[in-house]
């Protein structure tokens, strides 16, 4: 289980369209967010804390979702990464941190 993607690195005050592809065989979310330790927040106060995000019960196998989202000086000032919290993914490897500059 892994989250690719061609950029890692994004600008501050500059949308960017995300889209999200399901490759797997089972179903999947994409959270972007700050880095969360496991089991120290429920998925709803998760939800609430996420910049954006394609939801578990829209990214199915083989489906795809987007989302957009333009990056604030806010974000300069922790890691932020793409990542599955379906329960066990993100611990087998649906992690990828990203870098925002301005």
Do not use: W
């Amino acid at each position: 289980m892994k989250i690719e993607s061609n950029y890692t690195t994004f600008k501050v005050g500059v949308p960017y369209h995300f889209e999200v592809t399901n490759n797997g065989a089972i179903p999947h979310e994409v959270m972007l967010i700050q880095p969360i330790e496991g089991g120290t927040m429920t998925m709803e106060d998760m939800d609430a804390m996420a910049r954006g995000m394609a939801e578990e019960e829209d990214l199915g196998a083989g489906a795809t979702v987007s989302f957009d989202y333009t990056f604030t000086s806010d974000d300069l000032a922790g890691p932020l990464e793409l990542a599955c919290h379906v329960e066990g993914h993100y611990e087998a490897g649906m992690v990828l941190p990203i870098t925002v500059e301005e």
